[in-house]
């Protein structure tokens, strides 16, 4: 069974930093392209940032440009998302997408549960 499974969330001060990692199982995320997604209460979901299947081309929104970092590591099959210089404006449940044909789609044919990002002082 295709399975993804978000970690790393929490409540973190304006300013601090986060890990979010992204667990594939019953496939290989290899031939996937993934994204990071973002809910904030009230707001429609809206994409953070993107990694290509092979790791060469990444995407991100402006508002987390010099901030995020989208990685990947085929050989444990699981995607990260470094956060730093965290904002109360990032706060919301991040959520990991998988798509085999399309690089940074809006609508990702697969999807993790989310975890929750909070930050506030």
């Known amino acids: 069974q295709l399975q993804l499974v978000e970690s790393g969330g929490g409540l973190v001060q304006p300013g601090g930093s986060l890990r979010l990692s992204c667990a594939a199982s019953?496939?290989?995320?290899?031939?996937?392209?993934i994204g990071w997604f973002r809910q904030a209460p009230g707001k429609e979901r809206e994409g953070v940032a993107c990694?290509?299947?092979?790791?060469?081309?990444?995407f991100y929104r402006d508002s987390v440009k010099g901030r995020f970092t989208i990685s990947r590591d085929n050989a444990k099959n699981t995607v990260y998302l470094e956060m730093n210089s965290l904002k109360p404006e990032d706060t919301g449940i991040y959520f990991c997408?998988?798509?085999?044909?399309?690089?940074?789609?809006?609508?990702?044919?697969?999807w993790g549960q989310g975890t929750q990002v909070t930050v506030s002082s």
């Open positions: 997408a998988v798509d085999r044909y399309n690089y940074c789609s809006s609508k990702p044919r697969y």
């Open positions: 019953g496939f290989t995320l290899d031939v996937y392209h």
């Open positions: 990694i290509s299947r092979s790791g060469g081309s990444t």
